[in-house]
């Protein structure tokens, strides 16, 4: 069975960072490009940073460009997301999201999120 | 950024049909994913390049996308498709993937 379990959210300061991880297993991890998709309670989804199956290519949302950093280690099967100078407006529940071999960019699985709440 | 845009909500009867539009400048020529949300939890792919279906999506969901509108059909709705939807791509102009604005559908 396909899993993806986020964790490393919390309660953090403006200003301050935070690594949010996400551990893969029931599938080839890296096989797969990966993403990071944050929700802001009762609002709508927000993609925001996509990483190649080896890691060598990452974009990101312009929202958290020069912020945030996406990172994989395929070896333990785990995508990490380094966040930088978090605001307030970066509170959100943030999944991390398979993309399917099949489709363009489909996101086929997805974790139960994990939230942080930027906040003093 | 490319905006892919979507009316807020939507109300159905059951075993009425609901479309759910999914706005865009020349989204026809983009291949559009649909996903269902439920409070509570994630997200769930529904409708993949416009009109495949992964394996275990009823029949029922079914999709098309021409011009500047894609849509995503429910069929013969029922109480448990109350949720939240949302359309989603891939802007190759940009290499970012980009969700549209949700729809929330209520059952009456």
């Known amino acids: 069975e396909v899993q993806l379990v986020e964790s490393g959210g919390g309660l953090v300061q403006p200003g301050g960072s935070l690594r949010v991880s996400c551990a893969a297993s029931?599938?080839?991890?890296?096989?797969?490009?990966m993403n990071w998709v944050r929700q802001v309670p009762g609002k709508g989804l927000e993609w925001i940073s996509y990483?190649?199956?080896?890691?060598?290519?990452?974009y990101y949302a312009d929202s958290v460009r020069g912020r945030f950093s996406i990172s994989r280690h395929n070896a333990d099967n785990s995508l990490f997301l380094q966040m930088n100078s978090l605001r307030a407006e970066d509170t959100a529940v943030y999944y991390c999201?398979?993309?399917?071999?099949?489709?363009?960019?489909?996101?086929?699985?997805w974790g139960q999120g994990t939230l942080v709440t930027v906040s003093s | 950024s490319y905006v892919l845009t979507q009316p807020p909500s939507v109300s159905v009867a059951p075993g009425q049909t609901a479309r759910i539009t999914c706005g865009g400048n020349?989204?026809?020529?983009?291949?559009v994913h649909w996903y269902q949300q439920k409070p509570g939890q994630a997200p769930v792919l529904l409708v993949y390049?416009?009109?495949d279906r992964p394996s275990g999506i009823p029949a029922r969901f079914s999709g098309s996308n021409s011009g500047d509108t894609a849509t995503l059909t429910i069929s013969r709705v029922e109480a448990g498709d109350e949720a939240d939807y949302y359309c989603?791509?891939?802007?190759?102009?940009?290499?970012?993937?980009?969700f549209g604005t949700g729809t929330q559908v209520t059952v009456l």
């Open positions: 999201a398979r993309e399917a071999t099949f489709g363009v960019a489909a996101f086929d699985s």
């Open positions: 029931g599938f080839t991890f890296s096989d797969h490009e």
């Open positions: 990483i190649t199956k080896d890691g060598s290519v990452v």
């Open positions: 020349n989204i026809g020529t983009k291949a």
């Open positions: 390049d416009d009109s």
């Open positions: 989603q791509m891939w802007d190759s102009s940009s290499d970012q993937r980009v």
